[in-house]
């Protein structure tokens, strides 16, 4: 989970505590020696039924590579919300990870149940990796369950797992150890995968870091290969989980390099975008070399928080994106743009057709900071799953933005420049068309839709003695799309914005301005984008009482 702390309802002291004794430790130790295990590997290989290792990559039964591009869902603390599997499904996601208890914290899933989730999973065209919970944090949260725990669990689930080794991954025990004697996580950890082996279990095994799954003290790093090795199958895939230990564009590529060189699998099992009181993640440079190094990526999470920025969707429901949910299925590099539904089920691998070039994109609502593009459907044998919209200088592409559909707003621009722009689709095998014809325009130099009408609701989603959480919802109460817009209020006890997400914060004493995200910059009429914030409380923590949006009052929510 996030940061350095669990899933579990905690105090923002406690988090706060366990950030700090992480970012001490910001510096990964440690280094990958040459792959000693290859011909096993190899031998395992040949013998694979189903998702296994090859290379030090992911892949299936047939070959062919397996890249996650998927989300994690929390089952266990949610088991009514069984529409979310296919809800996820309907995003473009190809995998989900599911939260299970093994009951040694919380309610202990039941065979049924598990089977139940697989059944669901393999309707849904989803990978299913399930993991239990209730280890996070042992050794330094002393309500976590132990790796031996775990593996008995899933020595339990056995006949509801065996069959499956083409569907699902087992994650053993999530963030299995937390910042109290780290160098503790190997032994056990190996002993775990030793005695899942030992029971049968050819599955594909996903193994977390300690630090609360971030590593920042380089453990697994050092010792991945040995916990490789001692695996008799070669099945086995490192999870990293990279939350604001991760902030800088060198740390999250130094780590994930270090596996890629030495031909040791990894996935990105965990990571957040929002920034927190503990720092600003760098997701952009996450999700780009993920797809540089087809490596999998499963964002953290659906819906469900204590801690709602990172919920990918409000509530449960699929309609109602949160910034974060919008940077990950449709920013760049984000699920819609990247993802591949598992050549398992059917159709994929023998689709070699690409789509046809999408229509000549035109261009429409053009602004200081952006512009949106229309093209005409390109057409597939199979189907289009989705359209890269990319900025053309010369010889060199850019891709800027991703879609389902054939439109997008294209965001970030700068004022009175020139652009050119054109478009590629994509089918669910990943079979790229030839480029559209471009089109070239040129941003306005004013900023903003004229005109623009809007409400805002704003709460405070959690406070403490010092500081405070907020929340800000714009809402689109007119007939046009807001592009490039600029939201402004004051605060009247003396607060201060420290940190914002979906949106750039400028503060001057009470008076806060607010420009968008990429992501938040286009806002369709009767849609709504949400920004958070972290704050210093002031002498109170009265909400502003008025907004206005480019200059145009907004009414409240």
């Not at 011909?39 to 290989?45: D, G, P, Y």
């Not at 010369?394 to 478009?423: D, H, I, K, M, Q």
């Not at 559209?436 to 941003?443: E, K």
């Not at 984008?529 to 009482?545: D, E, H, K, M, S």
Request: aromatic share 8%; glycine share 10%; hydrophobic share 40%.
């Amino acid at each position: 989970m996030r940061t350095a702390s669990s899933t579990a309802r905690t105090t923002p002291t406690t988090l706060l505590r366990r950030a700090l004794t992480a970012l001490l430790g910001l510096l990964l130790v440690g280094a990958l020696a040459p792959a000693t295990a290859m011909a096993q590997a190899r031998s395992a290989e040949a013998a694979a039924t189903g998702l296994h290792i090859s290379d030090g990559r992911l892949v299936e039964g047939n070959g062919n590579d397996f890249v996650m591009r998927g989300v994690n869902h929390a089952h266990t603390w949610y088991p009514g919300e069984t529409q979310s599997l296919a809800d996820i499904k309907a995003t473009g996601a190809n995998s989900v990870r599911v939260v299970l208890s093994d009951g040694y914290r919380w309610t202990k899933n039941s065979p049924t149940e598990v089977a139940g989730i697989i059944a669901q999973c393999k309707a849904n065209r989803l990978i299913c990796v399930l993991e239990v919970h209730d280890t996070t944090g042992y050794g330094e949260d002393s309500a976590a369950g132990t790796l031996d725990h775990a593996a008995d669990y899933w020595i339990s689930l056995k006949d509801v797992l065996a069959g499956q080794e083409s569907y699902i991954i087992i994650n053993i025990g999530n963030e299995p150890w937390g910042n109290t004697n780290p160098a503790g996580w190997t032994a056990p950890t190996i002993s775990a995968v030793q005695k899942l082996r030992s029971a049968g279990f050819q599955h594909t095994i996903m193994v977390d870091a300690p630090n609360w799954g971030q590593d920042w003290q380089g453990v697994m790093r050092a010792n991945a290969q040995a916990v490789y090795d001692a695996d008799t199958t070669g099945n086995l895939i490192f999870s990293i989980h990279m939350y604001s230990v991760y902030n800088t564009a060198q740390a999250v590529t130094d780590y994930l390099n270090a596996f890629v060189n030495a031909k040791l699998p990894i996935l990105i099992g965990e990571f957040g975008g929002p920034a927190d009181q503990y720092g600003d993640p760098d997701e952009d440079t996450m999700m780009a070399t993920a797809q540089r190094l087809k490596l999998g990526y499963l964002a953290w999470s659906w819906s469900g928080n204590t801690d709602p920025i990172l919920d990918l969707v409000i509530d449960f429901d699929p309609t109602r994106l949160s910034a974060w949910g919008e940077r990950i299925f449709h920013g760049v590099n984000g699920i819609a743009q990247t993802s591949k539904e598992a050549t398992v089920f059917g159709g994929a691998a023998a689709d070699t057709q690409a789509p046809t070039a999408p229509g000549t994109p035109t261009a429409s609502a053009v602004t200081a900071s952006s512009a949106t593009l229309t093209w005409a459907a390109a057409t597939d044998n199979v189907g289009v799953t989705g359209y890269e919209v990319v900025r053309v200088s010369g010889t060199t592409e850019t891709s800027v933005a991703a879609s389902t559909s054939p439109t997008v707003t294209v965001n970030s621009l700068t004022a009175g420049t020139a652009y050119t722009f054109a478009v590629y689709a994509r089918d669910a095998a990943g079979n790229r068309s030839a480029r559209s014809a471009a089109v070239s325009l040129t941003t306005t130099t004013g900023g903003g839709t004229p005109g623009a009408r809007c409400s805002v609701g704003y709460r405070v989603v959690g406070d403490w003695q010092s500081g405070f959480q907020g929340e800000i919802t714009l809402r689109n109460t007119g007939t046009t799309a807001i592009t490039g817009w600029k939201l402004g209020f004051s605060f009247a006890g003396g607060q201060t914005i420290s940190s914002m997400w979906g949106g750039t914060a400028t503060q001057s004493g009470s008076t806060v301005s607010v420009t968008p995200a990429s992501y938040t910059a286009s806002i369709a009429a009767g849609s709504s984008v949400t920004l958070g914030f972290l704050g210093n409380r002031g002498a109170t923590n009265a909400a502003p009482t008025t907004f206005d949006l480019s200059g145009t009052a907004c009414t409240l929510a």
